[in-house]
């Protein structure tokens, strides 16, 4: 054992110098293992993605996000028929999604209010209040398409990395104190984003666009949001809490294309 | 002591005041334009270069979700497209050339690939039922430190009907709606 590491302690002092001395062989061993390397490098780069979040640190803060979710908006509907439909629905849509690193899921949250949420890492949320207006399939689709934009361009994460409250921080699911302080102040600041302030108009309008035309490769007819809206938007009672975080429906109804309702 | 204090800019006042039309013109020109930007792009070009975004995708011979596989690419390989046919394109890749239906392509390079840690199940085992992955150990810690107890219970329970629904089921609910590549 001993002679074993000798022998790699010899190899690996010899070796750079070797190569550098031009040694037939050995030059292309030293090109080969730099390529490695680069490629190692590359390939850490990319797991980390643009954001410089590892894909297990957005999947936690999903979670995280998710929990705030449930919490805020009535727990989950217990509704297994129901729950069912928006997973159907939701990952046959997800099918052709760009992002096919994530788990899907989708969940309906037993609340009044018409609204829907993303939280990174591939979790989708729909109110009760929303799932039964009713919707049809392709107008669930076109709601659950929308949200499954937010997730597939990353609009949470950018935002997050580009936030304060994200600059420096590594190893945030590490087991100190430091990564839990760190956890709470990037979920809560995506948790403030997703359920107060929302994404912003042109991220919300991306979010429809995008949707409606996932929607439409899915083979869903391509107005199924727009029907939402429509009768969101003609209801004559005045309904309590209706995509409180998305903007108006009169200015997503202007910017989607005037097609037939499915 | 204002004016040592006012941002430079390229244009005097005046300059500003006439430019400022052309500047909300071409901003506007440019949100649209941005917003018109298809993420799943429905018109393609001959030439254009496109990506497989999924862990295993089969190039088939025909264009019909039916048809003989007569390559199959990896995860973000290039592929240039020859010809279009409705939702179909016919692609060429160093493993080959077949059709492949527009949804199963990316027009940009997908940057994290379909790790078997996260989605579980591979392009071939959609007869299984994926394993229900459960909330993050951190989100776990997140739930007990807010008393959200009941919310992750609630998130467990959503997790386990979610992985009831199998990736063959999945497929059989778009054959038989007609959706995706099983539209006629």
Known sequence: ?262 | MNSLHQPKSCFPASSRESLLPWFRSIATLGLVCLLALPAYSAEYKKGQKVWSKHYETALLAEPSPLADAVAKVGFAEKLSIRESRGTWLRVKSDEGEGWVFQGNIAVEKPSLAPAAGWTTVEASQTDTVAAARPLEPAAKNYAQRHNAQEAEADIDWLDAQAALVSNQEIIEYLSAGQLGEYRE
């Open chain 1, 1 to 262: 054992m001993k002679a074993l590491a000798l022998m790699v302690l010899v190899l690996g002092l010899v070796c750079p110098v070797l190569a550098q001395a031009q040694i037939p062989g050995l030059g292309d061993i030293t090109n080969a293992l730099q390529k490695v390397k680069k490629t190692k490098d590359e390939t850490a780069r990319v797991a980390k993605g643009a954001s410089g979040l590892s894909l297990e640190e957005e999947i936690a803060i999903g979670d995280a996000v998710a929990v705030a979710i449930v919490s805020r908006y009535g727990g989950v509907w217990r509704d297994e028929d129901a729950t069912r439909r928006v997973n159907l629905v939701g990952r046959a849509l997800a099918q052709y999604a760009l992002r096919q690193d994530l788990q899907w899921r989708f969940g309906l949250l037993d609340s009044d209010a018409i609204n829907a949420f993303s939280a990174p890492g591939g979790r989708v949320f729909i109110t009760r209040g929303l799932y039964e207006l009713p919707l049809s399939d392709a107008e669930l689709a076109g709601v659950l398409a929308h949200e499954i934009i937010h997730i597939d361009q990353r609009h949470a994460i950018d935002i997050i990395a580009r936030g304060e409250f994200w600059g420096g921080v590594t190893g945030l699911l590490a087991d100190n104190n430091a990564s839990y302080a760190a956890f709470e102040s990037v979920v809560g600041e995506t948790e403030n984003l997703i359920l107060d302030e929302g994404f912003d108009a042109g991220k919300e309008f991306e979010a429809d666009q995008g949707g409606r035309e996932l929607a439409l490769v899915t083979g869903y007819p391509p107005g199924g949001l727009r029907a939402v809206l429509i009768t969101i938007d003609s209801a004559q009672e005045e309904p309590g809490e209706v995509f409180s975080t998305h903007p108006s429906t009169e200015k997503r109804l202007e910017r989607l294309p005037d097609e037939p309702l499915p």
